[in-house]
């Protein structure tokens, strides 16, 4: 093809800056440089009035800024290799491509200022620059030549000349080896064409994985075999006769492959997974005890964990400022690469093979306490606030600092730390950070500027919570507080004043305010304050697929709210052993078909979402999260696993003699 997707360009260029200069050559490949070259001249022969007729050949001579920087990176890979010492290679190399360097780069080093200027005269072949080499040296490839000998011969001196390179041995003036990268990498992202990715083909990618993500799509599909078994011979000497029957199932996702191992041939345990589905519909399994610990260091403690999107990582943000990701891949012939149930994963272990910046013990890092963490939806980038009131966004895969927002609440002396950030999202787009603090604010940041776009004021304590939510247009938003448009973007934060605030992203203005009752009346939805009696700190607002246009509401109080957008309580989550008890965190399966609450006496409340009873109960829940059985120890956070029955919960109790995160399966 004449271009590059986006993916391919930008691995491309990530493979120039890092100096894998094998894969940028493979990627190279994929181009077709005669339909670039076809195109080029068109516009060429338009721009110079040109009637397209090749008389004498002059347009064989036209060199393409595209064939420019493919020999250029092929200069460099020659370099590079005699710059490893593997001399013999970089000959060989040399000798292949000698042709195509003489015909496309000048003789001397200087191709700076060349390769910009689009309007030089391409009737002159770049071959005939001779003259300003002093007759010393005919060609690229014989100059090129002349650079890998005299390096060949430093190196062999003797001594320790490792590091030594010859005067202009990377290009002119003398240049690094990654400054010279890094003008490749640059020529690279100019003049390689984009191409389109085609419109149908993404559709049907965000619509598979977003009924993957909401269960509608059978991602699981039981598979039976059947099985011949003989009967033993009758008395009366009769034949044996065969039975067919089904043995427990191997299940088999369709979009990932192969997800699990069969089943055990025991009819029992057949007949208690067979009555774990209802309506031909799999249950999502609930965890019944620990399998896995996180621990940090001595007098480190954990303030916020999220799970990446693949579910092969999880992110850790500590009391001293590190932010760590955990999950190595075991070694193994049984474990399956695609297994949903991520059985493979080792979430004890830091992720190094992956990652090698944790490998060579470089982690992600801020100044004081990571208070929030978010990770945008396709996984490359993740968002962390400090106590500091400073905002960091990093790529997950080098562990490079993108963008940073210093005192994004508060703050504008230079030794000001300003007022602690304490939850964070990415917009839809990725484009936009949501940031809530103890300002009482909730801050919409751009990535791009750097700068604070919009401010939602309104709430009387700090924001403990904020997330985007799509709304459509019904009585909860008119049709002028949404501009007209049938779905439109909107803000929903809670605080610790009580209060559920609704807003309209677009003009940063309140539509809701929400104030959910302490009293077991289920039929009122309240949006004044003066009908309350009485209100909590509200801790967790989850936003829910289904149904749709809804939330979980979690104050601390002795009951949860399932509650739609317009402030109406659809369910109220009671605990039916005990009454008084406090919930401290709260997350949701990825169905919505569980409710995970912690309580302060160190228990973990599962509810049906749909009935609201009570399903189970994890009694050693906080001893297991936090390693002691002291009941002032309390759990602060709660995360799920985005596609398997997998939960966490820590806590940051400074009483700790080492943070611990807790993963239950």
């Not at 940028?24 to 009637?51: S, V």
């Not at 621990?295 to 990582?313: C, H, M, N, Q, T």
């Amino acid at each position: 093809m004449a271009g590059l997707v986006g993916p391919s360009k930008g691995q491309l260029i990530s493979c120039a800056e890092g100096g894998r200069w094998g894969e940028c050559l493979e990627i190279l490949t994929g181009l077709d440089l005669q339909r670039y070259r076809r195109g080029y001249i068109d516009d060429y022969c338009k721009a110079h009035g040109d009637d397209g007729n090749n008389d004498g050949g002059v347009h064989e001579s036209i060199i393409t800024p595209l064939e420019k920087v493919a020999s250029l990176t092929h200069e460099m890979t020659i370099l590079e290799l005699g710059d490893r010492g593997e001399f013999e290679l970089a000959y060989a190399c040399l000798r292949m491509c000698s042709e195509m360097l003489d015909k496309t780069l000048p003789v001397n080093g200087d191709d700076v200022d060349d390769i910009d200027d689009l309007k030089q005269d391409n009737y002159q072949n770049n071959t005939n620059n001779t003259e300003a080499n002093l007759g010393m040296i005919s060609s690229r490839s014989a100059d090129i030549e002349r650079r890998i000998t005299a390096l060949s011969s430093l190196r062999s001196s003797g001594g320790d000349t490792s590091l030594l390179l010859p005067t202009n041995y990377y290009g002119p003036s003398n240049q690094t080896q990654q400054k010279r990268r890094h003008f490749i990498s640059k020529l690279l992202s100019r003049h390689v064409p984009d191409a389109p990715m085609g419109r149908l083909t993404s559709l049907l990618q965000q619509s598979v994985k977003w009924q993957c993500h909401t269960g509608a799509f059978p991602t699981v599909q039981r598979l039976f075999q059947d099985q011949v078994e003989n009967d033993d011979d009758n008395d009366d000497g009769g034949k044996k006769k065969k039975k067919k029957r089904k043995t427990p199932e191997q299940k088999f996702d369709l979009v990932l492959g192969n997800v699990d191992l069969v089943g055990s041939t025991d009819s029992k345990k057949h007949k208690r997974k067979s009555a774990s589905t209802k309506e031909g519909r799999i249950v999502e399994r609930i965890p019944s005890r620990a399998k896995q610990t996180i621990r940090l260091g001595k007098k480190s403690y954990i303030e916020s964990a999220i799970f990446l999107p693949d579910g092969r990582g999880l992110v850790t943000g500590s009391s001293d400022g590190f932010i760590e990701v955990w999950g190595e891949r075991r070694s193994g012939d049984n474990e399956s690469s695609n297994s949903l149930l991520q059985n493979d994963i080792d979430f004890e272990k830091l992720q190094t093979s992956d990652l090698l910046y944790q490998k060579n013990d470089e982690l992600m890092m801020q100044d004081s306490s990571i208070l929030a963490m978010d990770v945008s939806h396709d996984g490359t980038m993740l968002a962390s606030a400090s106590s500091y009131g400073d905002v960091c966004v990093w790529k997950i895969s080098d562990g490079r600092l993108l963008r940073k927002l210093e005192r994004t609440h508060g703050g504008s002396g230079s030794n000001d730390q300003g007022c602690a950030v304490t939850c964070i999202q990415f917009s839809p787009d990725g484009s936009k950070v949501l940031t809530g603090g103890h300002d009482s604010t909730c801050r919409e940041h751009g990535l791009l500027s750097s700068r604070m776009i919009k401010e939602f004021r309104g709430h009387k304590s700090y924001v403990s919570c904020c997330s985007y939510v799509i709304l459509p247009n019904s009585s909860i938003v008119t049709r002028s507080e949404s501009g007209g448009e049938r779905n439109f973007l909107a803000v929903v934060t809670a605080s610790a004043d009580g209060s559920v605030m609704i807003w309209n992203c677009r003009s940063a203005e309140p539509l809701r305010e929400i104030i959910p009752p302490i009293s077991t009346s289920n039929n009122r939805s309240i949006h004044d304050t003066e009908s309350i009696v009485s209100s909590r700190s509200i801790h967790t607002v989850i936003q829910m697929h289904t149904p749709p246009n809804t939330m979980i509401v979690v104050p601390r109080s002795d009951r949860a709210f399932l509650m739609s957008l317009s402030g109406s309580i659809l369910q109220t989550y009671v605990r039916d052993d005990v009454q008084g008890t406090e919930l401290l965190a709260a997350t949701v399966s990825p169905s919505n078909q569980w409710l995970y609450v912690s309580a302060n006496d160190g228990k973990c409340i599962v509810f049906d979402l749909n009935s609201g009873k009570v399903e189970k109960i994890l009694t050693s829940f906080t001893q297991e999260c936090v390693g002691k059985s002291d009941p002032s120890c309390e759990i602060s956070g709660m995360l799920h696993h985005p596609h398997c029955s997998f939960i966490g919960g820590y806590s940051n109790d400074k009483s700790q003699k080492r943070g611990m995160l807790s993963i239950w399966k």
